[in-house]
């Protein structure tokens, strides 16, 4: 594709590397066909083609309207594309550049500004969050619907519905980092818990640091790309000292942190006293289904099989390129894993996506639960917090983190 980029982008990072993945695209239109706000919609400016050709024109200096940024908006950043695309376009980090681009280019509404600066602060601060979800659990059933999608039941003090949130004091010669993320540890307890506990059994001790927060995806994905980066400088100053102690992996329980993760290299390539951390960090990061792929599971216990619907996450099989593992762990720990029809298409969730455009994501919630459910499973197991809540706030049968079907 042919580009002539604005003078005042065309020399600066961002330009180049917008440059470069707009010259790769051969306008195709492959990706539409795996586009799920295109299969939706059918319109030209609401697939991965049509949105390159906006940011291509705001790039190089075109008018940015309100249009513009509806239709960059309604992009889920599933990155399904990416995988379609023929030509190798790296898509996710033209859309994250262009996003950016338009919030100067194109500035929003106040409301608007001031809706989605509360949400990035709100989701990111557990002194916050928790409590305001505690709140929302206490009157749950007043909440409107839309809202009440999104605010799970309370656990009990027992841990509620069965969920063992105890995490083993064993320590180990072999140690892992492990990001507890902004939202999980209120959401879902459960999932970093069980995965302490698998891998304790297999001689694993999973570290928590206490300086670690949000991976930065919410403030990346939201334009704030100075509050992105400085999350990355933060975690890996929290991480730092324990990988030079010699920690093995950082292991990601939520696959959209991972896929934030395993590309700080690339984010902070630019910062000279962070570049060669950040690229370590990347390389050490393993979502918590490479992590167990690599061991030997005989040691965990078989526990009752299970008739499951795997839903893969965009951020897992897209945006990290990993696939088919977490099912072969499962299916081989004896569970039945049930077909899945269009398992490559996006749930809706999409990091804060369900709450800003909630209509689109919950046509595709519907659509993929139709397909989750179509084979009778018992349950629903994802790997990804976001997908997790999203779905199970309307589906028929429970919807777990797999890692909570494994026996430590």
């Keep these: 594709m042919e580009t002539h980029l604005a003078d005042d982008l065309r020399d600066t990072p961002e330009g180049r590397e917008a440059e470069a993945i707009l010259r790769a695209c051969v306008h195709c239109g492959f990706c539409n066909a795996t586009c799920p706000t295109y299969q939706l919609l059918g319109d030209e400016l609401d697939g991965p083609r049509g949105r390159i050709y906006l940011m291509k024109q705001m790039l190089e200096g075109r008018r940015v309207t309100a249009r513009t940024r509806t239709h960059l908006d309604r992009c889920l950043t599933c990155r399904n594309c990416e995988t379609t695309c023929p030509s190798g376009v790296q898509y996710g980090r033209l859309v994250d550049i262009g996003r950016a681009l338009l919030e100067q280019r194109a500035p929003r509404p106040l409301p608007e500004r001031l809706a989605r600066d509360g949400l990035r602060r709100g989701l990111q601060a557990p002194l916050l969050f928790n409590p305001l979800l505690k709140a929302g659990q206490g009157v749950r059933g007043l909440l409107p619907g839309f809202l009440r999608g999104h605010v799970p039941p309370a656990l009990s003090p027992q841990g509620g519905g069965g969920q063992n949130l105890m995490r083993p004091t064993t320590r180990h010669a072999r140690r892992m980092l492990v990001l507890e993320g902004c939202v999980q ?141 977490i099912e072969a762990i499962l299916a081989g720990l ?37 397909n989750l459910q179509a084979r009778g499973p018992e349950l ?15 589906a028929a049968v429970p919807v777990v983190h797999w890692i909570t079907l494994l026996q430590g």
């Design 185 to 325: 540890p209120g959401l879902a307890p459960e999932t970093n818990a069980a995965a302490a506990r698998v891998l304790d059994r297999l001689g694993i001790q999973l570290v928590a640091t206490p300086g670690a927060g949000c991976c930065g995806a919410i403030d990346q994905h939201l334009a704030a790309t100075g509050d992105a980066l400085n999350a990355m400088r933060r975690n890996i100053d929290a991480w730092w000292p324990e990988i030079e102690k010699g920690a093995e992996a950082v292991v990601m329980t939520a696959s959209g942190c991972g896929a934030t993760v395993k590309e700080y290299g690339h984010h902070l390539r630019h910062d000279a006293r962070y570049a060669e951390k950040a690229r370590r960090v990347s390389e050490l990061t393993r979502d918590l289904g490479e992590v167990l792929a690599a061991e030997d599971l005989s040691a965990l216990r078989k526990g009752t099989a299970r008739r499951i619907a795997f839903h893969p996450p965009c951020s897992l099989q897209h945006g990290q390129q990993v696939r088919g593992v």
């Design 334 to 370: 004896g569970h039945e894993l049930v077909p899945v029809d269009e398992a490559h298409l996006c749930c809706g969730s999409a990091g804060t996506y369900s709450l800003l455009q909630p209509e689109i994501a919950g046509r595709l919630r519907e659509r993929k639960l139709d």
């Design 380 to 394: 629903i197991a994802t790997a990804n917090i976001g997908c997790q809540m999203h779905l199970k706030a309307d």
